[in-house]
């Protein structure tokens, strides 16, 4: 079978880029529109996208300037959102976010497994530990705990999580209403887990779900994100800037994966791209400068804020001068450093660099003709940065209409991607192994040794 | 406006009698198809049904002995099952089962909103202290806490979700895509909630939903119970084998309401009926004995152990004899109370309490005609022991499909019951009134007051 693509959509229902609720096509309260967001699922199902994406928070400001621009000071809890869209699709996989910090891993374990069973093997995981200080105040805390102990927090709690997946056996259910035999009770299995974070004696009270485990996605670029990624991830959502630096960090993640022993191809890179697509470059270009003209200062300085860790105060600096130094934090340190980056490359004024970062917030903006964006994808997919994308459609329900029907078409004509979904569940379409339960392989291979 | 029967419907998918998996009509499988569900919902609906109610617990046997029986051993997490179930579904409300002890107030806030939100107003929260040791043992402890803590604890915990959900005025939404104004940041509240058990800086990040606040229900019968319904429920499910202390229990509550400053009418108490609907009253019959030659002894028993707060030990016991002590424990004390009341009253051996206790685990069990099931609902809402039921329908469909082409028609034609849904929302149908954000009521107070 040849290589494909693996294409995830974000599609927030607030747009990508600050601006986009101001856009003519973008429903102004798409963020907590449900029809728009069955719309949107649709749409990307009719792209062949392997799965709808959706980042997560768990706070937001009083003040409304958060990084997603003020469409997104609230909308829906992803996991009840994906759960209501996955009876109104069909092939569409649903990756949602869900925090390790500030939930409990049967909760965790649970919630997954029942969106798996509900959408027939579609749910996917984003582990994300929650960088910032106002998620922490609204979970008892006065200050977020630091990186490296959030980081070991989420290995444990991914640990438990899997643990508690793999309580009920496959074949477990017997259901034989002569003789009132419900279930073979040798193949339901305690978890017994005591670690530093946790104390969880199962099992869990879903049954293993169609897809064994809910496919586990990650997007940490630290030391620390890396590491974690490496042993538990099978999807990894990561942000460049260039194709050496996402060369760089393909290759990293690949060894490290392999010295854990795991199969290099069972962990799928998948950089973000944020695409302004037309007809002609020219076309293309217009659509930018016409989002980039619809965002307000404010919103692009509360964007830079944001993506520095939140302690980056821009109150007095001219926005047409250079970006001052911010203080270090305890959140997200590789974005903090890309943004910098960006900065530094480009030689950026604070106002060019919001207008450069606010579609995609430090992933590759591209902008161009169906032909140039399917070069790029290639000429990635092809030298070992990527398995496939996450695309980022700046503003809804244009910016991924436009993929469906420019890109994805180009794309196939090279062969690079799908014409039909292959399987049934997002595992199958993404191609990662069926993870067989530890216990029916404990037990195998005990009866191998005898 | 005539005062009407409200009407829940406890429909567990794996059934709720302890054998109704073996019951023909009954898929085996009940318990994990989502489609089973999709059916039951819109029979639900058909009958023009309040609310679907789904209890929940945070454990599962190893053994599978279980009080729900073995066809209960695994199911949905009930939020992501309703969610998926709004949209297939145009009325009917959806009332899901969250901890207060095992969850956070920002979580258990965020999903109800967001299901509220994806139904169009149809959620509401049934508020448990769960109070099992095995629950206890999946979130890091080794005992559960007592009694009155855990009580302690859900008024704190539903006072902050309350408060979470008037973060955002109604009207704070301005959209204005040519100003860029998205809302009014004065209509954006912080919680900044400092509680014994709770610290939580807000604001919740989920919108003011449909019907301002889902809907609480609560359940509890204990005088820790009782007090927390009295303070917050809209709707409370009890549990009663005679009318006059279904009377008491309700003057009780509507009493305690009143003490509070509250409107007795806006607290409904529903108590739970298990109903064998026949033809005839011998039809009724039937189908009872039936369903009880289905239970097997050990399912019975572990029934017994699991409704007396997990610690009765039955191993040895004639299960033709008499039900022996159990120490205590910091389980759910009423409904202990209940079973061993049910024993006493009728003189019943153990295998006749399993078998009384199996289809409604101890809530009121009646078979008879449709003309005596409407007379028993008339009686009870006529004389100040219910505002409306929940219905606990032994197996499914058919114990469903029962009620709906039998009691219902008959409720109908006394102008007990409804012919249309009155309302778009769960609060609506109910007759309760919306609750007004505490900030608008505090502003408009204010302006008043000048």
Do not use: C
């Not at 600050?18 to 309260?29: E, G, L, M, N």
């Not at 438990?160 to 009132?180: N, P, Q, Y």
């Amino acid at each position: 079978m040849t290589r494909k693509i693996r294409l995830g959509a974000f599609l927030p229902g607030g747009g990508q880029h600050i601006a986009s609720w101001r856009h003519p096509d973008q429903p102004a309260d798409g963020a907590v529109n449900f029809d728009f967001h069955v719309q949107l699922a649709r749409e990307a199902e009719r792209g062949l996208f392997d799965a709808y994406f959706l980042a997560d928070g768990l706070a937001t400001s009083t003040g409304g300037l958060s990084e997603g621009g003020p469409a997104r000071v609230a909308g829906f809890e992803p996991v009840s959102l994906f759960a209501a869209l996955a009876p109104l699709t069909e092939n569409l996989g649903f990756i949602a976010t869900a925090s390790t910090t500030y939930e409990e891993p049967f909760n965790t374990a649970r919630k997954f497994a029942s969106l798996d069973l509900i959408s027939g093997g579609r749910a996917g995981w984003n582990v994300v530990t929650t960088a910032t200080e106002a998620a922490a105040r609204n979970f008892n805390l006065d200050n977020q705990h630091p990186h490296a102990a959030r980081y070991r927090r989420a290995a444990e709690h991914v640990a438990v999580v899997k643990a508690l997946w793999d309580s009920f056996e496959d074949d477990i259910f017997i259901r034989d209403k002569d003789s009132g035999t419900f279930f073979d009770g040798a193949k339901l299995h305690a978890t017994r887990h005591k670690g530093e974070h946790f104390k969880v004696e199962g099992p869990l009270n879903v049954p293993r779900s169609p897809q064994g485990h809910p496919v586990i996605v990650q997007a940490g670029q630290s030391e620390d994100g890396r590491g974690l990624a490496a042993a538990t991830a099978e999807v990894i959502f990561t942000a460049h800037q260039r194709l050496d630096t996402a060369q760089d960090f393909y290759r990293d993640i690949k060894a490290r994966a392999a010295g854990q022993g795991r199969d290099p191809s069972h962990i799928l890179i998948m950089p973000g791209v944020s695409p302004f697509v037309g007809r002609t470059e020219d076309e293309a270009h217009e659509k930018y400068d016409r989002l980039t003209s619809l965002i307000l200062p404010q919103d692009g300085v509360a964007l830079l804020n944001g993506l520095t860790g939140g302690t980056l105060d821009l109150t007095g600096y001219d926005i047409d001068g250079p970006l001052p130094p911010a203080p270090p934090t305890e959140g997200m340190k590789s974005r903090q450093a890309l943004i910098r980056q960006i900065a530094d490359d480009n030689n950026f004024s604070i106002r060019q660099l919001y207008q450069w970062v606010a579609s995609a917030r430090g992933h590759y903006t591209i902008i161009g003709s169906a032909t140039q964006v399917a070069d790029m994808l290639e000429e990635w997919f092809t030298s070992e940065a990527a398995d496939g994308f996450n695309i980022l459609p700046p503003w809804l329900p244009t910016g991924l209409t436009d993929f469906v029907d420019l890109v994805i078409p180009e794309l196939q004509r090279r062969g690079l991607f799908r014409t039909a979904y292959e399987g049934r569940t997002l595992r199958e379409n993404l191609g990662l192994p069926f993870p067989v339960n530890r216990h029916a392989a404990a037990r195998a291979a005990a009866q191998a040794a005898e």
